[in-house]
């Protein structure tokens, strides 16, 4: 079945740099889009990246994130593995960090699956 598993998060202090991970278990081109999300207590799981089959990526465009410019998504297809490098890290950004990815299916059908999470703490 399909697995997603993030990896690379941690405690790091404003300003600095984390690459996050996520493997699946299955070839990727099983999915039209992958994406990261992050999510805190309290609030809603919200998008910060996301790469398609095509190599469209979208970022988040909530004005709070400001996550353009500082992070960026991308993918190794022979690893099975999309990565989010995180640059100039705000303690806003602190989160627990979600891989997603959406299977293709018939026609406009999808599953998506998620990772457990891999938490991002920036602090000072």
Request: charged share 20%.
């Amino acid at each position: 079945q399909v697995q997603l598993v993030e990896t690379g998060g941690g405690v790091v202090q404003p300003g600095g740099s984390l690459r996050l991970a996520c493997l699946s278990s299955v070839n990727i081109g099983r999915f039209s889009l992958m994406g990261w999300y992050r999510q805190v207590p309290g609030k809603e799981r919200a998008l910060v990246a996301t790469i398609a089959s095509d190599d469209t990526i979208t970022y988040s465009i909530n004005p709070s994130d400001t996550v353009k410019g500082r992070f960026t998504i991308s993918r190794d297809s022979a690893k099975n593995t999309i990565y989010l490098q995180m640059n100039n890290l705000k303690p806003e950004d602190t989160a627990d960090y979600y891989c997603k990815g959406v299977a293709r299916g018939k026609g406009w059908a999808t599953t998506t699956y998620w990772g457990l999470g891999t938490q991002v703490t920036v602090s000072s």
